[in-house]
């Protein structure tokens, strides 16, 4: 059982935590794997994402529903004070955190802040150098800015449904919410991008993040095609659409995912090699990547034909030799066995002492002097109340009579 003891390169970054369910908590436990202090700031009841299952029993037979997976993998490193921000006194407390803080992160739908009295004007006129986040689904400007919007929302209006999926197929969501995820990445990009600049003015700023945006983003070859040429993309399972073969193909035992690029490398000779075709390394229809994917049905019955007749871990083993990729199409239970990613520490287990011990996914930035890494547990709901309220200077007295007010808990 081991967690990071280093700082980390964000020690020092005080980061104000109003973000609940996935984007903003997602991203602001980056932070936390690389050092910021993040304060998980709750609504009365906790964060919604909480009562989300599976749950874990704890040893002690408390409440079985305390511990909800969902909620514990992507609020790990953060400190959680639970505040009512409908109440006056609770909005002052706030702006005390906000007077030490870096960063102020949230992703209400706009115009939710300014309701409650603090929104970014309010905020940089207490603290200029604070740096604002706002995530929501459209962003804080255009038509549909005040429209609510959830992951699947976003990849419908964003075009990655359009493009996933087999072929003559309906839409496929992917495994995971990338419409979330892909804004959480953006948003941590664009709060560390103004982090930097306030290095040089000394101010901060208001970071405007639409998950809509994000999700254009990523879909950079597609949307080119079609500005350059008129070309529709459409679902084509997990081939690549301009180079082939790119994609994961039925093997005797499983599935082998495969990749032939072009250049001297010789993937595609290597592979017809490999396949029990080398005429096919000098055929017209074959010589390139694009050349390939044009002429796809062709190929397409070689290739599965000649795939079909080993074990996945007999092409891999095959295709590595002779330095083509190639990789197992791989469950999530082998991913968690995989030595590859045991042997970088991705998988970090710790003793929690409620429910044992849990097993996180690290993460994936390697720093070679300011290391990150899982560096507490989740919080449990307004586990560090007293705490936070003690470091702005509140007396027990006055934190007894918050509490008494239903203010904090």
Known sequence: MTQTT??????????????????????????????????KIEPPGGDQARGTGPFIPPS??????????????????????????????????????IDGADVLIENYRPGTMDKLGLGYDTV???????????????????????RAALDIIVQSMGGMLSITGDENGGPVRPGVSM???????????????AVVERQRSGEGQHVDMSMLDCQAAILENPLMRYFAVGDVPERIGTRHPV???????????????????????????????????????????????????????????????????????????????KGVPAGPVQDVPQVAADPQLNA???????EHPAIGPVTFTNTPVKLSRTPGG????????????????????????????????????
Request: hydrophobic content about 40%; glycine content about 10%; overall charge negative.
């Open 243 to 321: 180079v082939a073969p790119v994609q994961a193909l039925r093997t005797k035992d499983g599935y082998v995912a495969i990749a032939v690029s072009d250049g001297p490398t010789g993937h595609w000779g290597s592979l017809c090699a490999e396949m029990g075709h080398p005429e096919l390394a000098n055929d017209e229809r074959f010589l390139s990547g694009w050349a390939r994917t044009q002429n796809y049905d062709e190929l397409r019955p070689i290739l599965e034909a000649a795939v079909a007749e080993r074990t996945t871990n007999e092409w891999v083993t095959a295709l590595a030799a």
């Open 374 to 409: 899982v560096r507490r547990l989740p919080p449990d709901m307004g586990q560090h109340t007293d705490e936070l309220l003690t470091e702005i200077g509140l007396d027990p007295a006055r934190i007894a009579e918050l509490r008494e007010q239903g203010v904090v808990s």
């Open 60 to 97: 002690d037979g408390g409440d079985a529903r305390a511990y909800g997976t969902y909620f514990m993998s992507i609020n790990r490193g953060k400190r959680s004070m639970v505040l009512d921000l409908k109440q006056p006194a609770g909005k002052d407390v706030l702006l005390e955190l």
């Open 124 to 146: 940089h006129a207490r603290n200029p150098r604070v740096i604002m986040v706002s995530i929501s689904g459209f962003g804080q400007t255009g038509p549909y800015h005040e």
């Open 179 to 193: 419409g979330d995820m892909t804004a959480a990445l953006f948003s941590t990009i664009g709060l560390l991008s």
């Open 344 to 350: 970088r520490d991705m998988f970090v287990a710790l």
């Open 6 to 39: 280093h700082q980390g390169p964000l020690a020092g970054l005080r980061v104000i935590d109003l973000t609940r369910v996935l984007a903003g908590p997602f991203s602001t436990m980056m932070l936390a794997d690389l050092g910021a202090d993040v304060v």
